[in-house]
């Protein structure tokens, strides 16, 4: 829902790089440009990627209503400091940015990025209890277990017709050999009769 009104999301994954300044841009009118490209493509929004924004893209994206997922970047091992370290500063860019209107979620854990044990309580209850208590105004989302399952029941459907397929396409060619050696046998110039040793050939 946007505005009292339900809303399809066209977003793009955008991960902010720059070709200069890498994951710098080099003006604000670069970072407006971005936002202007996406929105001249379709999207009408961005999910950043393992990336707090700069705070003036989100200033356009605020005026030229561009709609942002907020995502905090992960470390790739799980530990009492890694967990403690994403908390602290996820919690220091939400106080920054939670005031913009463009932005309508945020993302905690990026598909189990350095929360591998996103499932138990030693991956997820420090970030599930940090993101009870903080009160966001925006929906946190999770990218990792539901993709994750999505994407392994997609597979788990795809495999045995794939499975399928690939002995029917072994059969098929299997027998498309058999017939085309038939095929050459029988076209194929009769043999001359190999003459009997000391006979005459004539």
């Not at 403690?84 to 990026?110: C, K, L």
């Not at 050696?181 to 190999?194: E, I, L, N, Q």
């Amino acid at each position: 829902m946007l505005n009292g009104e339900p809303r399809l999301l066209r977003l793009v994954l955008d991960q902010g790089y720059w070709p200069d300044g890498l994951l710098t841009a080099p003006t604000d009118a670069a970072l407006r440009r971005d936002i202007e490209l996406a929105k001249g493509m379709g999207f009408d929004g961005a999910r950043k990627h393992q990336k707090i924004e700069d705070p003036r893209w989100l200033f356009w994206a605020d005026r030229l209503g561009f709609l942002v997922w907020g995502e905090m970047a992960n470390a790739h091992k799980l530990s009492g400091p890694s967990i403690n370290r994403t908390i602290a500063e996820w919690s220091e860019a939400v106080e920054r940015d939670f005031n913009h209107p463009s932005v309508i979620a945020w993302v905690p854990v990026n598909e189990s990025f350095g929360c591998r044990q996103i499932g138990d309580d030693r991956g997820s209850a420090p970030i599930a209890a940090n993101v009870a208590t903080a009160g966001f105004a925006a929906p946190v989302l999770s990218t990792a277990e539901d993709i994750f399952s999505a994407v392994m029941s997609v597979v788990a459907l795809l495999l045995p017709v794939l499975v399928i397929l690939g002995l029917a396409g072994l059969v098929a060619g299997a027998i498309g050999l058999g017939r085309r050696m038939r095929r050459k046998r029988a076209d194929a110039p009769p043999v001359p009769p190999v003459p009997a040793p000391g006979g005459s050939a004539g």
